[in-house]
């Protein structure tokens, strides 16, 4: 039964006891009695659906726990294959997997973009046709692994005005 109609049933005796004239003490009482129990229901009803929620709620954050210390544990791991990485990764060799990343790709198939590596810090240099490929030649040296840092030199020419 829908919560909001409960406490209307449990008045419906007692307005028709009074609209019947006056009602008896017996009367009141069995109506007040009807009322009890209808609100002793209504909070035992609720009163489990808290229950519930609140099992759920504990089951949840347990959930969440064990995901927060998986995330932990992968971020020690991904710290400590960062270090690996770095201690194998020569500037020569940066170098050349930051060229080969962006001589491969697509969107920077027509735009000469230039590198340069400097204690594992990247250098883009060149002019590029927008920022959004600006940005995709950043990302790119941004994901090679060893690569510490990218500065980006890259340029978006202004485009030409016509003359008058």
């Given at each position: 039964m829908a919560p909001r109609l409960r406490p209307l049933l449990i008045l419906l005796p007692l307005v028709l006891l009074i609209g019947c004239g006056e009602p008896t003490?017996?009367?009141?009482?069995?109506?007040?009695t009807e009322a009890l129990e209808g609100a002793?229901?209504?909070?035992?009803?609720?009163?489990?659906?808290?229950?519930?929620r609140e099992e759920e709620l504990a089951m949840a954050q347990s959930?969440?726990?064990?995901?927060?210390?998986r995330l932990r544990e992968a971020q020690?791991?991904?710290?400590?294959a960062r270090t690996q990485v770095g201690l194998h990764a020569t500037d020569d060799l940066l170098f050349r997997k930051?060229?080969?990343?962006?001589?491969?790709d697509a969107v920077l198939a027509d735009v000469a973009v230039s590198a340069k590596?400097?204690?594992?810090?990247?250098?883009?240099?060149?002019?590029v046709p927008s920022e959004a490929v600006r940005s995709h030649a950043t990302v790119l040296a941004e994901a090679v692994p060893g690569?510490?840092?990218?500065?980006?030199?890259?340029?978006?020419p202004e485009p030409a005005t016509a003359k008058p």
């Open positions: 003490q017996e009367e009141l009482l069995e109506a007040a002793n229901l209504e909070a035992d009803e609720a009163s489990a659906a808290l229950a519930q959930a969440r726990d064990g995901a927060a210390e020690r791991g991904l710290a400590e930051v060229q080969q990343a962006l001589l491969e590596v400097e204690d594992g810090v990247v250098t883009l240099s060149g002019d690569v510490a840092e990218v500065r980006s030199l890259l340029v978006v």
